[in-house]
């Protein structure tokens, strides 16, 4: 089988094809979704596949670790060197991403409370990824709302995914790429994506903080913001605004930046992607490439 579709993987030590990697039924992932993961995307390049902004997931990693209280069982260097072990175990052609999964590990028995004296299960796997074509960004995608129900620790990127893959099922029977979660009246995120709208040509961004998983494309699209002389505010959004908006779009690792262009089957502005979109894929683009330049100078 090739490695698209039998990866190598990383299990505890140990590298081998991903059909053969196995945990014990009694790992804390597997028992109570006790546990983190990230999910960063490679790029290919003449070089090989490299990473984009690797420092900032790496640091949301040991955040979202130490707010679960599981030791970070690498320092960044360490995951620096598993991630280019990986890269290499898993040479092919297009973009891809890395993810990396951390549990609080195998426990003897099944118990709530922390077990003492446990090693955390530590997981890495290279997955080929497409990212969203010429054509799909040129028309759009289509979004549906729903009312927010998880816990309020979503700023923990957490492996407990239930309430987020109701919300990615959602989308999936209503044809929709997304659903853009509310709370309270007042916009949340993506079933695994940020959201944004534009109003009058002004960005804004639903507020950090435990209601929202802070994507490291956040801190990005404000940088881009700031490089397109394009005004941004990070405050509440209420569902009025939302479907009042200008322009809506979603960020994440595997989406990048991406147009929604109808919200509950209406149009959303003037059912295009609009200028600010435009604006911020365009920087986008700008941001990857020189960090992608400094990757290959580094690889000379
Ligand atoms: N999800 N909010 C949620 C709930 C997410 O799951 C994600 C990413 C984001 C965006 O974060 P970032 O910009 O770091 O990708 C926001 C990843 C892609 C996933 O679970 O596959």
């Known amino acids: 089988m090739s490695h698209e579709l039998d990866p190598i993987v990383y299990l505890n030590g140990e590298w081998g094809p991903l059909s053969e990697a196995r945990i ?5 992932g597997f028992i109570f979704g006790d546990g983190v993961y990230e999910v ?13 902004r690797l420092t ?31 890269i290499d ?43 969203p074509s010429a054509e799909s960004r040129a028309q759009g995608a289509r979004a549906v709302t729903a009312e927010d129900k998880r816990w309020l620790h979503c700023d923990i990127k957490s492996i407990s995914l239930l309430g987020n893959v109701l919300m990615a099922q959602h989308a999936a029977e209503n044809d ?33 903080g435990p209601r929202i998983l802070e994507g490291i494309r956040y801190a990005l699209v404000e940088e881009l913001a700031l490089e397109a002389g394009i005004a941004f505010e990070e405050r509440e959004i209420t569902e009025a ?11 994440s690792a595997t989406k990048e930046v991406m147009p929604i262009t109808v919200l509950d089957g209406a149009p959303v502005g003037d059912g295009q992607p609009g200028a600010v979109y435009a604006a ?21």
């Open 280 to 300: 911020l894929y365009d920087a986008y683009q700008r941001a990857k490439a020189r960090e992608l330049r400094q990757f290959s100078a580094r690889a000379e």
């Open 241 to 251: 605004e939302l479907r009042d908006a200008d322009e809506i779009m979603i960020s």
């Open 24 to 28: 014990p039924v009694l790992d804390r």
């Open 176 to 208: 929709a790429l997304e659903t853009i979660q509310l709370r309270d009246g007042l916009l949340t995120e993506g079933s695994s994506s940020n959201v944004w709208i534009v109003k009058s040509g002004k960005l804004f961004g639903a507020p950090r």
């Open 40 to 52: 960063v995307p490679l790029y290919a390049t003449p070089d090989g596949r490299a990473p984009f």
């Open 89 to 131: 175990a898993n040479k092919g052609e297009g973009d891809a991403l890395v993810y990396l999964h951390v549990t609080r590990g195998v426990a003897k028995r099944r118990g709530h409370a922390f077990p003492a004296d446990i090693t955390p299960t530590v997981f890495v796997m290279v997955n080929p990824l497409t990212f």
């Open 56 to 86: 900032q997931h790496l640091a949301r990693l040991t955040r979202s670790l130490g707010k679960i209280r599981i030791h970070n069982p690498f320092d960044d260097a360490g995951w620096r060197a598993l991630i280019n072990q990986a």
